[in-house]
């Protein structure tokens, strides 16, 4: 019986990753870094006031949404990036928290603060193969429909000439264009 379980989770997982074969792995992370930027840029445009997190989380968002968009194969790893900018703001985030909350509220905040950085960081490098995978098949995309531009083996090639402006001949102008000339 559990034979048989373990042989439909591998038979459930190989299709599903055939089904997000052609899909970039990164896309709804990028309309999340979309949105967050967008909600960033609108509390600094209205309270006027710019922290020093935020302008690294915005940093690291444009940084990822700039690879993201020219398919770069180093736009993963702004993830993990994030995932070490949260353990290293961590400490700073449990000292410089106020003193009337007790220590086990601090102390809980900064050990949730470090497992989420620690998930991130595990979830970037998780994608990282789906996402080379992603841009393996999207380059041989590119290619196949590029090779319409190819000189084929039947065709022979030509040479272009080109003729010095002043060896054209004047030519008068067509009926159409020397009606707009005139106006």
Do not use: C
Not at 36 to 44: A, F, H, I
């Amino acid at each position: 019986m559990i034979q048989r379980f373990v042989e439909r989770l591998q038979l459930w997982w190989q299709a599903r990753e055939q089904e997000q074969r052609g899909k970039n792995p990164l896309t709804w992370l990028a309309m999340i870094a979309l949105v967050l930027l967008g909600l960033d840029l609108y509390k600094m445009v209205t309270s006027h006031h710019v922290a020093l997190s935020a302008a690294l989380s915005d940093a690291l968002f444009l940084a990822f949404l700039i690879l993201y968009a020219r398919h770069s194969r180093f736009a993963w790893l702004v993830i993990p990036a994030f995932g070490g900018m949260g353990l290293l703001l961590s400490p700073l985030i449990f000292f410089s928290s106020e003193p009337r909350y007790p220590l086990r509220i601090r102390f809980l905040t900064f050990a949730l603060i470090i497992g989420f950085s620690l998930a991130v960081i595990a979830y970037g490098f998780l994608v990282r193969r789906r996402y080379e995978l992603y841009l393996h098949d999207h380059s041989e995309a590119a290619q196949t429909s590029n090779q319409a531009m190819q000189p084929t083996a039947g065709r022979a090639r030509f040479e272009l000439s080109m003729t010095s402006i002043l060896n054209q001949q004047r030519r008068a102008l067509s009926p159409a264009v020397a009606d707009l000339v005139s106006r």
